[in-house]
């Protein structure tokens, strides 16, 4: 367990902590700031910096998403408040950070080195603090699943945390079909997925640029895939890094239920767009979920009538990262 983390507690950032970055996508600066938040506050993105307008406060939420083609974009009635938020999602939820909000001055989050690590870096600088309130969990208690043509998702019971299955299949040399299966707590994150970073393909760049995506793109945020190697000095920080990114990916994008999942993901040539139609249509159905607080006692604390159902499950497509 993570220093200063109580079981069952709440918990939220001992004091705020910055990073400074370009958006992978806008090729924008922009700086995140990690700030810390009361209890129940849940995760909570500030959009701020806008050209004449007031800043904007979104919750984390998967009712919020607004796009999913490339990365997980939040926003409103107003319009897109941020995009990218995945990696900063999955180190919250990775090291167990239960209130914050997230501050940011453009309409993307920095995508630093392609990973969570830069994150979870900033997460250990701001300090980690118990809050007197029990931590909230979605208990998921029957399977949801959502398939088309040959991906799929499935969220079923399992009461010991959250658990990720996540497979892979690229038709290339260098990738080819890759799985990875790993219990989500702050020592496993660390060790095992923070540092895997997003990745493409070289044949893919004109087409990106020529659409407005990856233009902030390189060799120093991106796995960069050619037709016969990698095309990054470092290599690969996994031998398996691509699933491995996968894994993040989904911890994020699962993390907009709302509060900790208690259940076992399985994600089969998905991306975002699968991970949010899964937890939509998890959250859809009242009978296959319920709030309880810690998974010991796995006590009910709020009823499926508080939220609103009645989603419909978005269409998806495999995603490149």
Aim: proline letters at 5%; a negative charge; aromatic letters at 6%.
């Amino acid at each position: 367990m993570t220093r200063g983390m109580q079981p069952g507690r709440q918990t939220t950032l001992r004091e705020p902590a910055a990073v400074t970055g370009i958006g992978v996508h806008s090729g924008s600066p922009v700086t995140l700031t990690l700030h810390p938040a009361e209890a129940d506050t849940g995760i909570a993105f500030l959009r701020c910096g806008i050209d004449g307008g007031a800043d904007r406060e979104l919750a984390a939420d998967f009712r919020a998403v607004t796009a999913t083609e490339f990365a997980t974009v939040l926003g409103d009635d107003s319009g897109p408040a941020v995009s990218t938020t995945e990696h900063i999602l999955a180190a919250l939820c990775g090291l167990g950070i239960d209130n914050a909000v997230v501050a940011v001055d453009g309409p993307e989050v920095p995508i630093m080195d392609g990973s969570a690590a830069p994150f979870v870096a900033a997460i250990d600088q701001a300090g980690i603090a118990t809050v007197a309130a029990p931590r909230r969990y979605i208990q998921v208690l029957k399977a949801v699943r959502v398939s088309r043509d040959d991906s799929y998702g499935e969220l079923r019971p399992y009461r010991r945390g959250l658990r990720i299955e996540t497979e892979i299949d690229f038709d290339h040399p260098l990738i080819g079909r890759q799985s990875l299966a790993i219990e989500v707590e702050p020592d496993a994150f660390r060790r095992e997925l923070a540092r895997a970073r997003t990745f493409g393909f070289l044949s893919d760049v004109a087409k990106l640029w020529s659409a407005g995506y990856a233009l902030g793109a390189s060799l120093e945020n991106t796995v960069v895939v050619a037709e016969r190697r990698v095309l990054n000095a470092e290599g690969l920080r996994y031998a398996d890094e691509f699933v491995r990114h996968k894994a993040i990916d989904a911890i994020g994008d699962l993390a907009l239920a709302g509060a900790r999942l208690l259940g076992a993901y399985r994600s089969v040539r998905g991306g975002h767009k699968l991970n949010h139609a899964v937890v939509t249509a998890l959250m859809a159905d009242p009978s296959a979920w319920a709030y309880v607080e810690t998974p010991e006692t796995v006590r009910r604390v709020r009823g499926h009538a508080d939220l609103a159902t009645g989603f419909a499950a978005p269409a998806y497509g495999p995603n490149v990262s």
